[in-house]
């Protein structure tokens, strides 16, 4: 049982460049989310899945896209790659949001550099 | 704007002394989480508090959770080398929505 795993754990970009992270998770969770940490702050969350073929914004969603085609993979997408996206992106899985036993997944984290 | 604060950003301690992490948030909710963060790490759940006086402990932590001063506390007892990592809290608004705090960096001093 690997969990939740992305790929690739690094990258470097061009401005300009596009690229897309994958989120992989092998519990059979509903809910799919793709954050971004910046130095000094918190997580942000950019966009989420409630469910397979179904995606919604969150926090900041500008710059990027994402796609739900398989409930196991969450992919998030940069068309053009900025300075400003450079961050580790952590994506996570949970069985619901609301449930008693709620609780998040989280993978091991995409480090991207924009330069 | 929702926001959730921590407090303090920045905490060093001896190991065997006490001391709480405090996270406030500025809307209704009542459901809160703490995570806890390791270098290059990624993030591991702590504690899930699900409704009002809810409180948890895990070995040398305990968190509580205070809706109606939209408060939660994380107690440290007889603080240890290995507890050294930083804490983040985050709230729960709608059930898929997760607002995070900035995060307090624990380094406990043997």
């Known amino acids: 049982n690997a969990g939740v795993t992305q790929t690739p754990k690094f990258r470097v970009l061009k401005t300009g460049q596009s690229m897309t992270l994958l989120c992989a998770q092998d519990m059979n969770h509903e809910y799919m989310y793709w954050y971004r940490q910046d130095p000094g702050m918190g997580l942000r969350l950019i966009h989420y899945s409630v469910g397979e073929g179904t995606t919604a914004k969150g926090e900041v969603p500008d710059g990027y896209n994402v796609s739900r085609l398989k409930k196991q993979n969450f992919l998030l997408g940069l068309e053009s790659a900025a300075p400003s996206q450079t961050s580790v992106y952590f994506c996570?899985?949970?069985?619901?949001?609301?449930?008693?036993?709620?609780?998040?997944?989280f993978g091991p984290g995409t480090r991207l550099t924009v330069t | 704007e929702l926001k959730v604060e921590q407090n303090p950003l920045f905490l060093s301690m001896q190991e065997g002394k006490n001391y709480t992490i405090y996270c406030n948030y500025s809307t209704t909710s009542d459901r809160l989480y703490w995570y806890r963060q390791d270098p290059g790490k990624s993030l591991e759940s702590l504690f899930v508090?699900?409704?009002?006086?809810a409180v948890k402990q895990e070995g040398r932590l305990m968190a509580s959770l205070d809706t109606k001063a939209r408060l939660s506390t994380l107690h440290i007892t007889a603080a240890v080398h290995d507890l050294s990592a930083t804490y983040f809290c985050?709230?729960?608004?709608?059930?898929?929505?997760?607002?995070f705090g900035t995060g307090t960096s624990l380094t406990v001093i043997p």
């Open positions: 996570a899985s949970s069985w619901s949001a609301r449930g008693p036993n709620y609780e998040q997944y």
């Open positions: 508090l699900l409704s009002n006086g």
């Open positions: 985050a709230v729960d608004i709608s059930g898929n929505q997760f607002y």
